[in-house]
């Protein structure tokens, strides 16, 4: 099974969520972004991957997007709000 993580790492809040490969939500966050962008999205990545019930071994790929999306240290890719709304859009209808 493959599990994803996307984070987006806003200037006010960051949010994760964990899907599988049958496109289901199997765990979320949100954490206030603060002033350190970084730590907000290791956290918002830590209580997504907590809801989710796994550990991070068990995620296969991460995504970021958003204002800080550079900024989080275990992205395996960085992807524009543009792309991330249309992609979003396409998924869902």
Do not use: W
């Amino acid at each position: 099974m493959t599990r994803v993580l996307g984070l987006d790492v806003g200037a006010t809040y960051t949010k994760g969520v964990v899907m599988d490969d049958s496109r289901e939500v199997a765990g979320q966050s949100l954490v206030k972004t603060g002033f350190n962008l970084a730590a907000a999205a290791e956290k918002a990545y830590e209580l997504a991957l907590k809801a989710a019930r796994l550990q991070p071994n068990q995620i296969d790929y991460v995504a970021s997007t958003g204002y800080g999306r550079y900024l989080v240290p275990m992205r395996d890719i960085q992807i524009t709000e543009l792309t991330c709304h249309a992609r979003g859009a396409a998924f869902r209808f």
